[in-house]
Structures are given as structure tokens and as C-alpha cells.
């Protein structure tokens, strides 16, 4: 057998788990948003079935061989570096799955359920001491998964590089601390400014139909190819699908139609990325997403960079106008565009503004990095993290439900996603960097509401090489530079001081 | 390994074939319903994925042999009636998946595809003649199929029995002839009849947010499970799922209210077969249908028989005139039934009446078996068509697009198939029949809207066992004697006399 004829074996085997992939999507996207509610059962049924067959087919012992054969070929470098990739990434996948004990594996995906159900009710009774003895076994388990997985790393730089390859807590140590030390002044001086915007308006009472047809126009102005997806609604939403089958959801609520609003254009911009990635990948590992870091500068390029901007507002104030039948008609667009950028520090993160957003992430990174390197103990975690709102945002915490119960994130075992979520500014803001000297005249592109241009940069950039480079070098290809959050915490700078006039 | 382990290996591996069609017809439900426009070609992908999957998981060999292990066990009989139905429906489809050589199976299944695209062209062009050559070639390999099954047999009875396990073209045959010898002066009397019924009421406007309320009123009466299932609108409507998410589907004209109200109950009564199955035999063989004319039985049961009866609507007519606003507040109750049950023979199967719609099926029927055997060609088939009509409905085909070209069947390889909705009829009504033993209020019931005894009576009978018998044996099982149409015949004709009061 040639080397290109194994590595077709091979290829082929990893398609078909990633085919798998996107049907276990399919059922998920249903039972989120069209399930009848006795069907649970048999979606768990259909879940563990897919679950356990993908497992299978990743550490198939046929793959492992292959993997080997390759690997040792003379002519490896015969391959070319998309095959390379491919290779390099289907034995990440083997590796992982075959490195972790199977009872390590179901103890895991049991305690992730159980988790989940104790922090909601810990949660409910706004009581930490209820969930700790679970968050202890949970985070056990993590720490043996890591050892497993690579015993002579930092476990959680191996967790991290789960959800954000080859990033490690060193790196994401180094550069939150550059932001927050830009942020943190910032903040203040958003807050001591005399200029602070009236945000009533929007609580406005918009009729959902309105909101509705809203998100039909905001797919078709951010490039969110509704032949290829659809927008239905459930409690949080989310994106899911592949390709050409991409959908989004959100949550209408009348008196509160920027919170439809932005969670649309949020998912959009996930959904783009995954649209947009290249035709020839398909189904490949290269196909897929570079890192979860990387999806969310694409989401939230497309909600805040673009979206909150003040030249999308030039734009699109008249067209929303129209859609929302005037209701806003009496409306200052200045006061408008405060009052959706309104910088105020809270004490929960789905909800925070985009400045202080990065804050509440770096304070899980500095607990979830102390926690597993056992530099804080569980007995000592609420009282870390209020003291760190305190210090961080000068927001006092009044009990656990809206402290270190609010996210499910560790419930369900998940340690080192995170850090993923402000690096998603990092990245986007290092982009528009770039992507501005590329467009010279990206301003007026999206004054005029033409955001073509921009969307196929991003697709040039970021969408179309999807998984060929890990988060780090693509930013290096399309910066040419280390991720630096300075373009960031710039960005920021600028708009602030304008809109809040200091 | 004991016997009981085998069993154990052997069922697990037959669950998994039919968890994987669970997810194989979301998959479908959600292509008719809710895929975005540009979601085919991926969905293709992911169909053909799991169902060269599920071919290779029924071909196993290890499957192959555990049957052989435990058919020469010496132990074989101490395993309970359920399980050595489990063993033989397991061998059944083994059997029919080894015998059919991998190329015959991809012939087929590319030959349907392009038989559908050929029968639409030809069907848009009225010519049958476009479609000829096609329909040589499925009929061929459908006879292949036949052979590789049993070449011991009669062809026609081999694909009948991939439908209606156990029947053959003699059983039916003496069926359909005792059928047609009651239906044929049955017709002729209602058309001689002096009262005919005024079907133009039907044709009055009921919006369609008011038919979407009748639908759910509509599963609540018939004890359809909305909580386990739930009603989309497609072309085409159809029920598709498995016991606790059975999903029905209709489609609303706001003139021809009583095309998605049938529906509905139609649709409906194939999803109560499926939701009632039992608990204890789910995901099993014995856990799925007897056979696609003991499924048809149920909905038209729950369509005809009980939802076209006139004590039905002296219970549902107020109720029906509450939910449509008064739209049919002026009419007469009397008037009304007689126009949902207007009898008038016509060209096209799917929108035929109770009383004639058999006789479409049976002159399919007559085509496939004489084609089969070679007794009419290809050439003939239009003219046997169009005498046939004209012989036993007095009616005449104007072009190929009303006649032989009307149903899809034959197009996508589906010989065999046709005879199943017209046994659906004779099985219901002979259940009837020992229904009306059982429950001797059984009118009374009807006329009081109490369907739940009467459901009660069919999960019991019917759906519970579902595939523990084949249907012959599940009919001698309910009813003590042979299937006999006269029992159908009767009800048609005691219904229609006092209708057409002759």
C-alpha cells in the first residue's frame, strides 16, 4: 500500500467520525429546540449510541496501525502539509482517546451529569457548601485526566490545550495581565466620567414579530446565510451545524429587544466562521475549528467590533427604525449608541459589557489555574472570588448564586475553557488591527453597511484555513506578530473615550 | 457462554440497528420539515453514512454467527416466545442482508433515486413513455432481488413478504377478488342513489391558526400523545418516529379544511400504533411494526371509521363549530356527514374515498403481479391501466400524469407495497367487528367523544404485541378466524345505505 493509499484509510475513517459529529449536532440543535418534552429518553438513548460508536471508531487499533505505517513511511514529506495536518491531528485525537482509561472516561461523563445537577441545586439554594464535595470529586477527575493525557505537564496547560491548542496558563497568564492592567484604569475612568448614558430606552416594549423579522434583516447585513441555516429560539442561546447547515437561536423578550438583538449577531458570527470554512476540508480534521478562542473573536467581531460600532449604527439606525415600526423614531442616535455600549461593572458575566467582560474571565482563569496547581484550596474559593470582584470590579458579591455559582462551566468539568472567552477579544482586536491597514476604508465600509469585504477578509484569513494552523500561528500568519492584547485594550481605549467623553 | 448470554449479545446488536433508525428518521423528519433550503447535500452525506453503517452492523458475521450458536443449542426452547421471535425476525433480516450481493443493493439504491427523477420528468410531460425504459430496469432488479432472496418462490411473493410478512399474491388475490366483487355493485348503487350529498360546504374558508387549533383539539380526542409527538406541516403528510417522539405532519388549505383535518386523524392513528408499543420490547424486533397493512389498519381506523362516523360528529360537530368560529354554524349535521363521506369514484388514488379507494389499490395490485409474471408487458401497461379504470370505476384516464404516473411507488422500486393499504381496510374492519363484541357500548362510546376504551382495546390487541406476530397470526390471534373481507364489505355497506338512504 502506498503511502497516499493509507492515508485515504485513514482520512476516511476520520470522516466518518466527524459525519457522526454532525448528526449527533443535528439531535442535539432538536432536542434543544423541537423535541417534544417526553422525549428525552430516547434522545439519551441516541446520544450514548453515537457517543460510544464515535469512541470507538477514534481508538479502532486499525487507525493507531495506520497512523504508525504513515508515520514511518520514507516518503512522509511526500504528503503535502494539508496531510500532513490531517495526520498531525488525527493522532492528537487518537492519542488523547486512547491515553484515558475507559471507567476514567464514563466516571467522567457520569460525574459531568450528577455535577451539573448538584450545582443547580446549590445554585437555587444560593449555598457553595452544598456543590464543594462535588466540585472536589470533579476536580480530581480533571487533574487525573491531565496526568493521563501528559503526566510531565502542568495539568492544566494540558486541560487548557484541550479547548485552545498549544496555549498554556504561562501565555494566557502573561497576557491577561496586560489586559487587566489596561482595563482596570479604564474601567475607573468610564466610571468617573460625567458623561454616563441613559439606557431606558432600551426597555422599550418591541413586539417579538418585530424582533423577529429584526434577526431576518441582521442575518442578511452580517452575511448569515439563512439558505444554510435557520434562527429558532431556546432559554440560552447557541449555534450549532456545519457547513452548509448552520443554525443559531436566541431569546425574545419584549421589553428587552438588545438582548435578542445582540445574541443574534453574536451567533452569526460563529455561524459565518463554520459556513465559511473551505470546501475542500470538508469533513476533514483540517475543516474544523482552529480553537474555541478563535470561534469567539468571530462571534463577538460581529457583535461588538462591528455591531456596537458607531458606523454600524449610522448605517443601520434608519433600517431599524423601519423594522421596529418607530418606536424608536424620537431617539438621539448618539444616545442610542451610548446606551447599547454602556460600561458598568456587575457581578455576572453573560451579561457584562465589553469592557468588562475579559475582567470576569481572567478572575476563573486566576482561580481555576490556583485551584488545580492547589495554590487555593475549595474551603477558600467563594471568599477568592469575591475578594477578587471586589479588588477587580468594586462590586460586592452577596451570595454564592451570584458568585461562584453563577456559571455551570465547572459543574460539567470543564476547566481551562475559560480563558478562551477573552481571548477571543485578544484575537479579533489584533485582527481589526490588521484587517484595517488590509481595508483601508473598512470605516465607510460598514457606514454603508457593506460588510461583504470584511466578511471575506475574515473568510480569507480565518474561516477558509479553519483547523490547518493552531490559534497561535494563525495569528502569526495573519498578524505577523505574537498575540498581543495591546490592540485590544487600544481599541477599547478609543471608543471609550469618545462615547463617554473623557 | 450460556444461551442466555448469547441472546444478550446477539439482541444488543439487533438494538443498536434499530437505535440507529431512530436517528436515521429524525434525520428524514427534519430533511421534510426544517432543513435550511441548502442542507441537502450534507444531509446525504449523513444518511448514506448511517445506513451503510447499519447494512454492515445487520451483515456482521459475528451476528451470523451467535444465530447459528443459538439455533443448535440444545437448550434453544427453554428461551420464552419472545425471545425465539426476537431470534427469528433477527435471522429474517440477516438472511435477506447476506443474501443480496453489495452490488445489487448499490444498484438499487442509485436506480431509485434516478427512477424518482425520471417518473417526475415523465409525470410533468404526461408521457409514460419517458419513463418505460426506467421502469424496465427497476422491475428487472426487483426481480434480481427476488431471485437472491428465494429462488424458490414466486417472485411477486418475495417482495410482498419484504411488506406484509407471510402473505403471498394468492392470499391476495382471493382477497381482492372478494373484495371487488362487494365493492364494484356497492358503487353503482351509491352513484344510482338519489341523495347525494352537497360537498360545496367543505370548500368554505377556515384560516388556518383556527385548523392548527382543530389539529391539537384533534390529537387530544383521538389519544394521540402530544407530549410524545408533535405536528409540522409538509408537502406530503406522513408520521415518522419511535414510541415516546412520534411526529406527525399536515398540510393546511384554507379552503379544504377537511384535507388537513383527515390527515391529522390518519397520520394520528399511525402514531398511536407506534407510541403504544410495549415498554418492555422497545428497541427490539419484536418492539416494531407486524407489517405495513397492520399499520395502515390503525389509521384508518382512527381516519374512517371513527373519525368520518356520524356518531363521532353528533359528539365533535359543536365542538368543531366552537373552534372554527361559526363557520359552519348554519349547517346541517346530517348534510355535514354526508359530505365528509361523499363517495365518487375518480382517478386518483390518494384523494379517494372510503368506499372506492380500495379498488385503486387493488387495480395496482392486479398491474404488479401480472407484470411480474410477465403476463402484461411494459408496452401494455398504460392501456391495462386505463381499461381497468374504466372497467371497475367507470373512468376515463385522459393522459399518462392521471393515470399509470400518478403514485411514486413503482419509481423508487416499491413492488409490493400497494396491496398493503387496501389489507389495512380489511384488517380494521374485521377488528371491528370483535371490537364491537368486546365493547358493546362501543357506538356509545364514540358518540360521547370517550375514545380511550376503545385505544385501550387496539394498544392491547394491536400495538402492544406489535411485531410478536405476523399479521395473519396476529389477525387469528384478535379475531378467532382467517382475514375476511366480507366484514369490510358489510360496514361499507350498512354505512353507505343509510348515507345514500337505498
Request: glycine fraction near 4%.
Amino acid at each position: 500500500m502506498s503511502i497516499q493509499d493509507n492515508y485515504k484509510t485513514l482520512l476516511e475513517k476520520s470522516k466518518r467520525v466527524i459525519i457522526y459529529g454532525t448528526v449527533s449536532s443535528l439531535l442535539g440543535w432538536d432536542f434543544e429546540t423541537k423535541m417534544p418534552p417526553k422525549g428525552g429518553k430516547q434522545r439519551s438513548v441516541q446520544f450514548s449510541t453515537l457517543a460510544t460508536d464515535m469512541h470507538k471508531m477514534i481508538i479502532d487499533p486499525e487507525g493507531g496501525k495506520l497512523l504508525n505505517v504513515i508515520k514511518e513511511d520514507e516518503n512522509y514529506s511526500s504528503l503535502s502539509k494539508e496531510q500532513q495536518r490531517n495526520i498531525y491531528l488525527i493522532k492528537k485525537e487518537y492519542d488523547k482517546a486512547t491515553k484515558l482509561p475507559t471507567e476514567l472516561v464514563s466516571e467522567i461523563a457520569q460525574l459531568q451529569i450528577l455535577g451539573v445537577e448538584t450545582w443547580k441545586k446549590a445554585k437555587e439554594a444560593k449555598d457553595y457548601s452544598i456543590f464543594k464535595p462535588m466540585l472536589e470529586k470533579i476536580l480530581d477527575l480533571q487533574k487525573k485526566k491531565a496526568h493521563y493525557l501528559d503526566p510531565n505537564k502542568d495539568p492544566y496547560d494540558v486541560l487548557i490545550d484541550t479547548f485552545e491548542p498549544k496555549m498554556d496558563s504561562v501565555m494566557i497568564t502573561k497576557l491577561f495581565d496586560e489586559l487587566k492592567a489596561g482595563l482596570v484604569p479604564l474601567i475607573k475612568k468610564i466610571q468617573a466620567a460625567e458623561k454616563q448614558p441613559d439606557i431606558s430606552l432600551l426597555r422599550r416594549s418591541v413586539p417579538i414579530e418585530l424582533q423577529e423579522k429584526l434577526s431576518d434583516d441582521l442575518a442578511k447585513v452580517v452575511n448569515y446565510d439563512l439558505e444554510k441555516g435557520r434562527i429558532d429560539t431556546t432559554e440560552h442561546p447557541f449555534t450549532t451545524g456545519y457547513f452548509d447547515d448552520v443554525r443559531i437561536t436566541t431569546h425574545y423578550y419584549e421589553n428587552e429587544f438588545d438582548n435578542s438583538f445582540f445574541s443574534v449577531v453574536h451567533e452569526a458570527g460563529h455561524a459565518i466562521y463554520e459556513q465559511n470554512i473551505s470546501q475542500e476540508y470538508i469533513y476533514q480534521p483540517i475543516g474544523q475549528m482552529s480553537s474555541l478562542g478563535i470561534h469567539e473573536s468571530q462571534s463577538r467581531f460581529i457583535e461588538n467590533i462591528v455591531c456596537r460600532s458607531k458606523n454600524f449604527w449610522e448605517y443601520y439606525f434608519p433600517r431599524f427604525n423601519e423594522l421596529t415600526k418607530g418606536i424608536f423614531a424620537d431617539i438621539d442616535l448618539k444616545a442610542f449608541i451610548h446606551a447599547i455600549n454602556m460600561v458598568k461593572p456587575s457581578k455576572i458575566r453573560v451579561t457584562a459589557d465589553e469592557v468588562t467582560y475579559s475582567i470576569h474571565v481572567i478572575i476563573r482563569f486566576e482561580i481555576e489555574r490556583d485551584l488545580i496547581s492547589g495554590k487555593l484550596t475549595l474551603d477558600e474559593l467563594p471568599a477568592a472570588w469575591n475578594q477578587k470582584y471586589k479588588e477587580y470590579l468594586n462590586v460586592d458579591i452577596q451570595d454564592d448564586s451570584e458568585g461562584v455559582l453563577q456559571d455551570t462551566h465547572w459543574a460539567g468539568g470543564a476547566f481551562g475553557y475559560f480563558p478562551t472567552y477573552a481571548l477571543g477579544n485578544i484575537y479579533n482586536a489584533h485582527m481589526l488591527h490588521v484587517l484595517r491597514n488590509d481595508l483601508p476604508n473598512y470605516d465607510e465600509l460598514v457606514r454603508t453597511g457593506n460588510l461583504k469585504p470584511i466578511i471575506e477578509w475574515m473568510t480569507e484569513k480565518v474561516h477558509r484555513p479553519s483547523n490547518l494552523y493552531d490559534p497561535a500561528d494563525l495569528m502569526k500568519r495573519i498578524t505577523g506578530e505574537s498575540v498581543n492584547p495591546q490592540y485590544f485594550i487600544d481599541y477599547l481605549n478609543k471608543k471609550y473615550a469618545e462615547l463617554y467623553n473623557f
